[in-house]
Every structure is written in C-alpha cells, then in structure tokens.
C-alpha cells in the first residue's frame, strides 16, 4: 500500500511540473506577442530651451517659469549676471494625452508665444516595436515693443519643428530637431525671411533624479551676420511634483523664434547666460 501512495505521488509531481513548464512557455509567449510603451525618454517637455517628444498627460495643466540671466562674463560688478533678468511666464495643458497646447510671455521683446504638440509616433519595444518617438511642434510668437513702427501682422513669427528622438538605454536619450523659423517682416540690417535650422540634442542620466543634458541648434543661412548658432548645456533636477533645470546658455530668449535665429553671444568666448526652468504640474480632472 505504502509503496502503491509513493509512486501515485511521484506521478503526480512529474504532472505538476510538466504543467507548471507549460504555464511558462505560455506566459512567455503572451509577453513576446505585447508591445511596450517607452516612458521618460525626458524628464519634461522641455529638453533645455527647446520642446522635448514628451507631452503632459491628458487635463493636465503646467505652469512654468523661465529665467535667463546676464552674462557670466559680467563680473562681480554685474553679480555675474544676476543684475539682470528676461522671464517667460508659460501655461501648458493637455488635451488629449498625445495633443498639447500652450501660451506664454517672453519679457525678450516683450513676445507672447503660443504652441499647438502632437505626438505622432511613440517609441515601443516588444512584438511591434518603433524605434523612435515622433513629435509635430507649431508655434507663433508676436513681439510688443513699442515704437517699431511695425503692425501686429508684421510683428509676427513662425516656428515648426519635427522632434525625432530615441531613448537608447534607460540613462541615454538623443534628440534630433529640424526646424523651419518664418518672419513676416524683417529689419533692414536682416539678411532674410526663412531659416532652417537642424538641432540636435540629449539626455544622459547620473542618479535616479539628476540628468546633464544638451541642446545645439545649427542655423544653415542665419537671420544676420551677428548671430551665433545656440548652445545649452545644463541639468534636470526632479523632485516630487516638480521638474528644475539648471542651464548655460549664450541665449536669452526662450521661445524658437528667439533661440534658434536671435543668439547674439558666442558661447566659446564666455558669453553665457546662466538660467533655470521651474514646473508645476496639477491635475485638473480625475483619470
């Protein structure tokens, strides 16, 4: 009898874990055929100056705040450029959770600014897999300043961009920004209407809330013979609710239209701009 209950026994844990290996082979099978979103390629949506791919999650509102200082190479005199400061005050708020709008006011120029972000591809691994993240960026700024004998038509600029970027490993994202910057009207000292510019950018991760990251815009025919293509390098600092950045910058302004084409300082000669970005994101409707 003892020996009848061994070998019914023994029969029965062959059983078990001949269903047991079938239950892997199937639950691995599963997870082979899904496709996986990749998340936080960045921190926010913005890399330093420009946009990020990334978009804020539907009825999601963000309030930011940008500085850019004087320059460093001011001195102590200048508080190393701490005596002066441009500001953009900026709202952004999600649509959908791919769809993104925005305004702001950019004291450089006294330009308000809005946006219109999608989102067309988003990077997956897994069965079906995308290599990339794939963001459409449409913009218009309109400067105010007064006494420039220009209308409100005239005073008006475009920027598009198509951010293409790819999250390589789980500390490095690289970003790729071709970008079409259009003025109605230019200054006579102003060498054209249209610029394209190709900007390319990164993410490089050091601890669990700290990222280095850098941002360079390469204009092929500039706007006039004083500007600098725009350099940025600085750091993202998350902390809780919010998204700090620390940056270098030879530009002031914080809009497309300004960066990419109004750069008047040369970042190798120590003409840099020392700035932060600040958000608070809330959440205006339940999931």
């Given at each position: ?87 953009r005050?900026g ?22 600014d ?45 920027a ?11 500390a490095?994202?690289?970003q ?40 360079y ?8 013979d ?16 919010h ?19 109004e ?6 000669k120590?003409d ?16």
């Amino acid at each position: 009898m003892a020996r009848i209950i061994l070998i019914s026994l023994l029969l029965t844990s062959v059983f078990i874990a001949n269903g047991q290996d079938d239950l892997l082979s199937m639950l691995e099978e599963e997870i082979a055929d899904e496709t996986f979103p990749v998340e936080a390629t960045f921190k926010g949506t913005r890399l330093i100056n420009g946009h990020s791919i990334e978009t804020r999650k539907k009825n999601n509102f963000d309030f930011l705040i940008s500085h850019r200082f004087g320059l460093i190479s001011g001195g102590a005199y200048e508080l190393f450029g701490l005596d002066q400061s441009n500001v953009r005050i900026g709202f952004d708020y999600g649509l959908t959770d791919y769809f993104n709008i925005g305004i702001g006011r950019n004291s450089f120029e006294k330009t308000y600014d809005s946006y219109l972000k999608y989102r067309i591809l988003r990077q997956t691994s897994g069965k079906k897999s995308m290599p990339v993240s794939v963001t459409i960026f449409l913009s218009t700024a309109v400067e105010t300043l007064k006494n420039n004998n220009k209308s409100v038509i005239a005073d008006m600029s475009y920027a598009n961009q198509i951010l293409i970027a790819r999250k390589f490993t789980p500390a490095l994202s690289l970003q790729i920004m071709p970008t079409y910057v259009h003025f109605n009207k230019i200054e006579a000292t102003q060498l054209r209407n249209d610029i394209w510019s190709l900007g390319a950018g990164g993410r490089l991760k050091l601890t669990q809330r700290i990222s280095l990251n850098a941002e360079y815009y390469y204009q092929k025919a500039p706007l006039s013979d004083n500007t600098f293509n725009s350099l940025a390098i600085g750091f993202d600092i998350e902390t809780g609710g919010h998204v700090f950045q620390l940056q270098f910058t030879n530009s002031q302004s914080m809009i497309e239209k300004g960066f990419i084409t109004e750069t008047y300082n040369d970042f190798f000669k120590g003409d840099i701009h020392f700035g932060f970005n600040i958000s608070r994101t809330f959440q205006l409707a339940k999931e």
